[in-house]
């Protein structure tokens, strides 16, 4: 799998596999106005904490608001372990824009 996945692909990947976990590092505050289904949330700053409740079996998408704090948090659960995992260039605002307009844009 990709370090790094666009939208388009991350649809593609989780149509083809339901197993694929998308995790939402982004804070409360933001997961109230927009996110994606089925996604699980661990807020960035929590990671550390909260690392084993993430599956590492799966294909694991991690995504933000444009895709900054994923990709410290990718990098931080490579270096745990975590080899089937992309993060989502764009973030939550390129779904939003690519794949699923009904989600807010912020």
Not at 13 to 31: A, C, G, M, S
Not at 35 to 46: A, F, Q, V
């Amino acid at each position: 799998m990709n370090k790094v996945i666009n939208a388009i692909q991350a649809k593609k990947l989780r149509e083809k596999n339901p197993n694929i976990t998308f995790l939402d590092v982004r804070e409360e505050l933001e997961v109230v106005i927009a996110t994606i289904s089925n996604s699980m949330h661990i807020p960035l700053n929590l990671l550390t904490e909260k690392i084993d409740q993430i599956p590492k079996d799966y294909p694991l998408i991690v995504y933000c608001h444009h895709g900054i704090r994923s990709q410290q948090a990718v990098n931080f659960l490579l270096a745990n372990g975590f080899n089937q995992i992309a993060n989502l260039n764009g973030g939550i605002n390129a779904w939003s824009i690519e794949v699923d307009p009904s989600i807010p844009t912020y």
